[in-house]
T-cell receptor, first 113, second 109 residues
Framework: DAGVTQTPRHEVAEKGQTIILKCEPV?????LFWYRQTKIQGLELLSY????????DGGAFKDRFKAEMLNSSFSTLKIQPTEPKDSAVYLC???????????FGKGTRLTVV | EQQVQQSPASLVLQEGENAELQCSFS?????VQWFYQRPGGRLVSLLY???GTKQSGRLTSTTVIKERRSSLHISSSQITDSGTYLC???????????FGSGTQLTVMP
């Protein structure tokens, strides 16, 4: 599968723990996005990278959320410390560049207890 | 103000009927994309249609930029079409996809 790959698919964390979610974008894509999806809020943008440079660091999500892109084919999203309200599905997406079609991974379902 | 409005919020059809989903934007856009999602499933890109009409199988999307709207037509609906349809847009010069709340489609046998 040459699509966006996310690991793990499910994560359970205790409140206060640090978790790291991983994403591999579509090969050759320059833009990478992290979103959070909940039933109430829908899809919210957390971070955006263009050619590995952080373009948007998520505003309200800044304090405990940190996304990094060490190379063009791998990104991580760290949540530290986790809180129960962080329970959601975290989605990674990529696109070639600019205003082009965006492809999503299957997501990581995070449950914080 | 919500920048992307979708209607209807939910739709129930009999198998074989056609569906018309609407999306309107509060600002001008040059990027419109329709997605499909089953509960617990991946967001699947259906059509990338920044302007004009695009078709893929039983799906047809029409985007009218100057009227700030896009529609998705599903012909001859099937039970497996059930799920949530999301419309997303990015404003001109922006990179951020903004999503609507979705239309929940249920196709009954």
């Amino acid at each position: 599968d040459a699509g966006v790959t996310q690991t793990p698919r499910h994560e359970v964390a205790e409140k206060g723990q640090t978790i790291i979610l991983k994403c591999e974008p579509v090969s050759g894509h320059n833009d990478l996005f992290w979103y959070r999806q909940t039933k109430i809020q829908g899809l919210e943008l957390l971070s955006y990278f263009r050619s590995k440079s952080l373009m948007e660091d998520g505003g309200a999500f800044k304090d405990r959320f940190k996304a990094e892109m060490l190379n063009s084919s791998f990104s991580t999203l760290k949540i530290q410390p986790t809180e129960p309200k962080d329970s959601a599905v975290y989605l990674c997406a990529s696109s070639l560049q600019g205003n082009t079609e965006v492809f999503f991974g299957k997501g990581t379902r995070l449950t914080v207890v | 103000e919500q920048q992307v409005q979708q209607s209807p919020a939910s739709l129930v059809l009999q198998e074989g009927e056609n569906a018309e989903l609407q999306c309107s934007f509060s600002i001008f856009t040059n990027q419109v994309q329709w997605f499909y999602q089953r509960p617990g499933g991946r967001l699947v890109s259906l059509l990338y249609n920044p302007s004009g009409t695009k078709q893929s199988g039983r799906l047809t999307s029409t985007t009218v930029i100057k009227e700030r709207r896009s529609s998705l037509h599903i012909s001859s609906s099937q039970i497996t079409d059930s799920g949530t349809y999301l419309c997303a847009m990015a404003s001109s010069g922006s990179w951020q996809l903004i999503f609507g709340s979705g239309t929940q489609l249920t196709v009954m046998p």
